[in-house]
């Protein structure tokens, strides 16, 4: 009885227009197509509900959001060193990350949740930057439709 409720229900999600959430991973690089300590790929569009999987494939990383650069409600975070991060994201909008010891190297960013709501901001966050950092978050700010 519960296995004809579960495929009812999973029936009517899809007739629905419920699409799963997907997972994205991005890796936390020393070296990548964009030279050296970078997210990859330092761009990433997602759906509300979809999962960021940072991984960490090098260690001495870790995954954290840029002052000023998320959607309205959403929590800043931080990851531990050398260690994963999952990042459920729920709102619309940019979400800036960085690698903490490694920003001002230029590894930082960009996941952009539906709608870019909070444009003006992370722009101006952007902006705000300085070197590598600022260069490579206005090139991905560029990509935002």
Same mark, same amino acid.
């Given at each position: 009885m519960l296995a004809k409720i579960l495929t009812v229900s999973s029936l009517l999600a899809l007739v629905a227009g419920v699409a799963p959430a997907e997972t994205i991973q991005v890796q936390l690089l020393n070296k990548g197509a964009q030279g050296a300590m970078v997210f990859?790929?330092?761009?990433? *569009?997602?759906?509300? &509900?979809?999962v960021i999987e940072f991984i960490a494939t090098d260690k001495g990383h870790n995954v954290a959001s840029i002052d000023g650069m998320l959607p309205d409600g959403v929590e800043p975070f931080e990851s531990?060193? &050398?260690?994963?991060? *999952?990042? *459920?994201?729920?709102?619309?909008?940019?979400?800036?990350v960085k690698c903490t010891p490694h920003a001002g190297m230029g590894m930082v960013g960009l996941v952009q949740v539906g709608a870019a709501a909070n444009l003006d901001a992370a722009t101006a966050a952007a902006e705000a930057l300085r070197g590598k950092a600022k260069t490579r978050l206005v090139e991905d700010l560029a990509q935002v439709q």
């Amino acid at each position: 009885m519960l296995a004809k409720i579960l495929t009812v229900s999973s029936l009517l999600a899809l007739v629905a227009g419920v699409a799963p959430a997907e997972t994205i991973q991005v890796q936390l690089l020393n070296k990548g197509a964009q030279g050296a300590m970078v997210f990859e790929p330092a761009f990433v *569009t997602a759906a509300p &509900g979809d999962v960021i999987e940072f991984i960490a494939t090098d260690k001495g990383h870790n995954v954290a959001s840029i002052d000023g650069m998320l959607p309205d409600g959403v929590e800043p975070f931080e990851s531990p060193m &050398g260690q994963g991060y *999952t990042l *459920t994201v729920d709102k619309e909008g940019l979400y800036g990350v960085k690698c903490t010891p490694h920003a001002g190297m230029g590894m930082v960013g960009l996941v952009q949740v539906g709608a870019a709501a909070n444009l003006d901001a992370a722009t101006a966050a952007a902006e705000a930057l300085r070197g590598k950092a600022k260069t490579r978050l206005v090139e991905d700010l560029a990509q935002v439709q």
